[in-house]
């Protein structure tokens, strides 16, 4: 069992920097590809970034590539997601994800933390 717990939303303006955490209960942390995804309000949830085990390889939705950078501490159980120059259209809950796959379909993680709450003003 993994316990995914998000943290550092919060109201910007566009053009402004947040960065997410998400902290990781138990010693299979480095085991599990992360993912980030978002979810708007009366918008489907959508695929923003993941990251392999290692730490090596990360990928990126069109829509946020080049704003935002995804990174593990797997020392800490954690991991990141840096946004930069944020836009109204990311005002959305963020939530990270725990999966065995390498894969952009949320319905292959296993495990998701509660969310935490992003909105950028105009």
């Known amino acids: 069992q993994v316990q995914l717990v998000e943290s550092g939303g919060g109201l910007v303006q566009a053009g402004d920097s947040l960065r997410l955490s998400c902290a990781t209960s138990?010693?299979?942390?480095?085991?599990?590809?992360m993912g980030w995804f978002r979810q708007a309000p009366g918008k489907e949830r959508e695929f923003v970034a993941r990251i392999t085990r290692s730490g090596g390889t990360r990928d990126y939705a069109d829509s946020v590539k080049g704003r935002f950078t995804v990174s593990r501490d797997n020392a800490k159980n954690t991991v990141y997601l840096q946004m930069n120059s944020l836009k109204p259209e990311d005002t959305a809950r963020y939530y990270c994800?725990?999966?065995?796959?390498?894969?952009?379909?949320?319905?292959?993680?296993?495990?998701w933390g509660q969310g935490t709450q992003v909105t950028v003003s105009s």
């Open positions: 994800a725990a999966s065995l796959q390498w894969t952009d379909y949320g319905g292959d993680y296993d495990y």
């Open positions: 138990g010693r299979t942390f480095g085991t599990y590809i």
